[in-house]
């Protein structure tokens, strides 16, 4: 009955706390690539499409096509017929369906119905889980799978298996779709062969049973999805230095599990223990030495996760059942600090994928603070107290959550939402073109065709069958910021095609800058062939 209470007590708070943090704010680009990558699924079956009939190829980069998210959209909104709402109904959705998930995972793991309690709590009230699925993000998605994953991972993990077994081939297949979600998983098939290594029996055929479900799920997704051959050729010119970072850590595993396998017997608990001490610290010297930023705003934010996660893997040291399982926490989170820094040192969200490898522990630390607190008498209350504080204190910093940042710009409509749906009342003919720095937005809120430019001469790549075409240049915020060069063109070569000019009113934000609207937009209208022209005659190239 009491563990009742408390899922109806964990499933309350999470609602509440999604609910409250859920905005209308569109991060670009992130929100829009999946919002436009749903519409290439339902419109041209595939990850890629065009801007409109007569726009630019899009998506450009590959990281940018991952299709998971973008097809739970598209089925979701066939219910409900508006894009936006029900992308963000899919990323709360899955937020709070990783807690119960999150529960099972823990409980097998420690076989403790309390532990599993206190880790579904600790994800609950996580600041990262929570406030990044009030917007149009992977994350929920991806952590819900990932979820999934290590639960089936664990639930069977020293049981031996047959060839071909379904549990195992069920894995590969859900470790397809975590990936599918968000490509940097991958590098998660390193900690998995080691837990699968050092506690299963017959580990070989389990590895390779998880690996041929991964390939069947993976390439049902990849064939229906994905155009083979181009995509392959853009993996590799997109993502050498990804791929590099990828072989390093493979080589460096393989040395680490080939060092386990001939280390005698009575030293093997230590040499886990070394390496989980190791990885811990090397982890923080990369983070001190490289840019702080994001792992300070996420540990500061999630500080109630953060505090548990190290009393948890100091606990776990000490606890021989479990040193495995400490070292494929830390493994994990090792592994993909690296990548999310390669992307954007100063990004605190992408941190929140570490939390299922972090919850490993720092259930494990609630735990044993909740078991140090009943056989202390002299500081039990204190200690009580202490703790109850701090986990109020998350629910609060939760609860508030970026409500109040950068002058409360978050929970508003963005500037280049806004910019687009003032264009669109100011549109003659849908018969022409647009060129924008913010090619997705301008493109989803009017859905004329558009195109976006680069910040060198020629600028544009529009095909020569449309030079007769009328174009809209949307010079804004993000024209100053991205493409200085173009803008400095259009200032000094382009006044007498100017049609009209409007202000936004609201703050500029790209990446982690942000900036006062200081400039209005300008709206330049010409055909192509005459943008080409001046160009070519510029004296300002």
């Known amino acids: ?8 007590f964990i499933f309350f708070l999470a609602l509440v706390l999604r609910l409250i943090n859920i905005s209308p704010f569109k991060f670009y680009p992130d929100a829009y690539q999946n919002l436009i990558v749903a519409q290439n699924i339902l419109n041209y079956h595939s990850v890629l499409g065009f801007l409109g009939k007569e726009g630019t190829l899009y998506p450009d ?74 917007f149009i993000y992977t994350e929920s998605t991806g952590i819900f799978i990932l979820f999934i994953f290590l639960w089936l991972l664990i639930s069977n993990l020293k049981k031996a298996s047959v060839v071909l077994d379904l549990k195992d081939l069920l894995k590969g297949v859900i470790f397809s779709l ?12 390193l900690p998995t062969f080691f837990i699968i290594f050092k506690e299963s029996q017959k580990p070989q055929v389990k590895i390779v049973n998880i690996l041929i479900g991964f390939l069947i799920g993976g390439s049902i997704i990849f064939s229906l999805l994905f155009p083979i051959k181009e995509t392959l050729f853009i993996i590799y010119q997109q993502m050498q230095s990804l791929i590099q970072i990828g072989a390093i850590f493979l080589a460096v595993f393989f040395f680490l599990v080939i060092l386990l396998k001939f280390i005698p017997g009575k030293f093997k608990n230590e040499v886990v223990n070394l390496l989980t001490i190791f990885l ?32 948890g893997i100091i606990f776990l040291l000490f606890d ?51 078991n140090l607190l009943n056989s202390q008498k002299l500081y039990k209350y204190p200690l009580a107290f202490l703790v109850i504080s701090l986990a109020v204190l998350q629910i609060a910093i939760t609860a ?17 939402e806004k910019s687009a749906n003032i264009l669109k009342t100011k549109i003659e003919s849908s018969n022409r073109l647009l060129l924008a720095s913010f090619p997705e937005s ?52 382009m006044s007498n095609f100017i049609k009209e000019k409007y202000w936004v009113r609201e703050i500029y934000h790209y990446s982690i800058r942000s900036k006062v609207e200081d400039k209005p937009v300008i709206i330049y209208e010409v055909s192509v062939n005459q943008l080409k022209g001046i160009l070519k005659n510029s004296t300002a190239l």
């Not at 009955?1 to 109806?8: D, V």
């Not at 400490?326 to 493994?331: A, G, H, R, T, Y």
């Not at 195109?451 to 010079?475: A, V």
Request: hydrophobic share 50%.
């Open 320 to 370: 021989k059942k479990y040193q495995n399982l400490n070292l494929f926490s830390v493994l994990g989170v090792s592994l993909l600090i690296p990548i999310y820094y390669k992307i954007n040192p100063q990004m605190q969200r992408y941190l929140t994928h570490l939390i299922p490898f972090l919850l490993i522990p720092a259930s494990y630390g609630f735990f044993k603070i909740l």
């Open 400 to 416: 508030i959550g970026i409500r109040f940042w950068n002058q409360g710009v978050w929970f508003r409509q963005s500037y280049e």
């Open 178 to 189: 975590a990936v599918f979600t968000r490509y940097e998983y991958i590098i998660l098939f």
């Open 61 to 134: 980069f590959f990281m940018w096509t991952r299709p998971i998210y973008p097809l739970l959209i598209v089925m979701f909104n066939f219910l409900i017929k508006n894009e936006s709402l029900a992308a963000q109904i899919v990323a709360t959705l899955t937020s709070i369906l990783s807690i119960p998930v999150a529960y099972l995972f823990i409980f097998k793991i420690f076989n403790s119905k309390l532990t599993a309690i206190l880790g579904a709590i600790l994800l609950t009230i996580s600041f990262n889980h929570t406030v990044w699925s009030g």
């Open 1 to 8: 009955m009491k563990f009742k209470l408390s899922f109806i």
């Open 280 to 311: 811990s610290l090397l982890v923080l010297l990369f983070v001190s030495l490289t840019d702080p930023t994001a792992f300070v705003k996420f540990f500061s934010t999630d500080f109630f996760l953060g505090i548990l996660t190290i009393l």
């Open 442 to 493: 301008y493109y989803f809120f009017t859905n004329i065709s558009t195109h976006s430019l680069t910040n060198e001469y020629p600028f544009i790549y529009i095909d020569d069958s449309l030079n007769s075409k009328p174009i809209y240049i949307i010079e804004d915020m993000g024209m100053h910021d991205l493409f200085p060069n173009f803008s400095n063109f259009l200032d000094k070569n």
